[in-house]
């Protein structure tokens, strides 16, 4: 057996709302739209995982998603620049990535990291 994709499924009363910080904030696109559920995506191949944690690492809480992405400054200035809801970093972490948690409009919070290098 092989698992060949895990979506992750975002409750949000104003999917407009939620959609639109989604591909603003990362370029995401639009592959399903029935009204009730839209699902975004980008063109990149991405491996399965799921993460099981105890707290977020440098005393931040568990995020409710973790999106990584090839430039990091580059998103948190877009981040900014949307005045979004950022509540942590941008911070170099001792295990190695460069991170910074932002809220999405349905209030989840996101770990968006890069790896340098």
Same mark, same amino acid.
């Given at each position: 057996?092989?698992?060949?994709? &895990?979506?992750?499924? @975002? !409750?949000?009363?104003?999917?407009?709302?939620?959609?639109?910080?989604?591909? /603003? *904030?990362?370029? @995401?696109?639009?592959?399903?739209?029935?009204?009730?559920?839209?699902? @975004?995506?980008?063109?990149?191949?991405?491996?399965?995982?799921?993460?099981?944690?105890?707290?977020? %690492?440098? %005393?931040? !809480? $568990?995020?409710? @998603?973790? $999106?990584?992405?090839?430039?990091?400054? +580059?998103?948190?200035? #877009?981040?900014?620049?949307?005045?979004?809801? &950022? $509540?942590?970093?941008?911070?170099?972490? !001792?295990? %190695?990535? #460069?991170?910074?948690?932002? /809220?999405? !409009? +349905? %209030?989840?919070? *996101?770990?968006?990291?890069?790896?340098?290098?």
């Amino acid at each position: 057996m092989t698992v060949k994709r &895990i979506v992750a499924n @975002l !409750p949000a009363a104003r999917i407009s709302e939620v959609q639109d910080f989604y591909t /603003r *904030l990362f370029d @995401l696109d639009v592959v399903m739209d029935h009204g009730w559920i839209v699902t @975004l995506a980008s063109g990149a191949a991405a491996s399965v995982q799921i993460s099981i944690a105890s707290h977020g %690492g440098s %005393g931040t !809480p $568990v995020p409710d @998603l973790s $999106v990584e992405v090839d430039d990091v400054d +580059a998103v948190f200035a #877009r981040a900014e620049s949307l005045s979004l809801d &950022i $509540v942590y970093g941008p911070a170099d972490e !001792p295990w %190695g990535v #460069r991170r910074f948690y932002v /809220r999405d !409009p +349905a %209030g989840k919070l *996101l770990n968006i990291l890069a790896h340098p290098g």
